[in-house]
């Protein structure tokens, strides 16, 4: 299988500021989703980003497929930005299915 | 359409009863997915249907759990004789063929007490 995993696990950030979430994976995929969990469990789709860069608002994504990672950035944070952010991918080799990290807990506090 | 729906959100249920979870997919989406997620953790994938053929089936799905999608639109997933160790949240989503991005449920939170 592929192994996904997340850095950094916590993340305290003051309202206003800057952050970057990294995702590495462990061999070539052919899908990669960044999700946020909201704190009633759903997943909110952020970025369907197999490779390049995407920018919604004040969030962007890049994936760099060849060297097997991802970055999520949040600008200008707001405390409705908490929560958990989770990356997945669909290993190329098979599986037809999304392989999860164990998340990045975001807490943005005023 | 409102996205995926599982029913119900929230269930609470005695050791060793069965309880019975519904997802609703996108409509035009014939690629439905189970996850299995506890706390802390990332979720699990559980099992995959495309249109109405169970294709994969995760070792995290035991001899208690059964899932179909007998027409394939909707989907439910059965757990038989419930254990503490199957509470978690139920995740469900679906997508269009290929590899193509995956839309999820709200869940369902399961509590066995």
């Known amino acids: 299988g592929i192994q996904v995993e997340q850095s950094p696990p916590d993340l305290i950030l003051q309202e206003g500021a800057n952050s970057t979430l990294r995702c590495n994976f462990s061999d070539s995929v052919n899908n990669l989703q960044w999700f946020h969990q909201n704190p009633w469990g759903q997943l909110i789709n952020l970025f369907y980003?197999?490779?390049g860069t995407k920018q919604n608002g004040r969030l962007s994504a890049t994936t760099v497929a060849t060297e097997r990672y991802s970055l999520l950035y949040i600008s200008s944070s707001q405390t409705t930005d908490s929560g958990v952010y989770f990356c997945?991918?669909?290993?190329?080799?098979?599986?037809?299915?999304?392989?999860f990290g164990k998340g990045n807990q975001v807490v943005v506090i005023p | 359409d409102t996205g995926v729906s599982q029913n119900p959100r929230h269930k609470i249920t005695k050791r060793g009863q069965n309880v019975t979870f519904r997802c609703d997919p996108i409509s035009e989406h014939n690629r439905l997915y189970w996850y299995r997620q506890t706390l802390g953790q990332g979720p699990e994938f559980l099992t995959y249907f495309q249109n109405e053929a169970q294709l994969e089936k995760s070792r995290l799905l035991s001899d208690r759990f059964s899932a179909e999608r007998p027409k394939g639109s909707f989907s439910t997933l059965e757990i038989q004789r419930t254990e503490q160790g199957d509470s978690a949240m139920y995740l469900c989503?679906?997508?269009?063929?290929?590899?193509?991005?995956?839309?999820f449920g709200q869940g369902t939170r399961l509590t066995v007490v």
């Open positions: 989503a679906s997508s269009s063929q290929g590899f193509v991005e995956a839309f």
């Open positions: 997945a991918v669909e290993w190329r080799y098979g599986n037809n299915r999304l392989a």
């Open positions: 980003i197999p490779s």
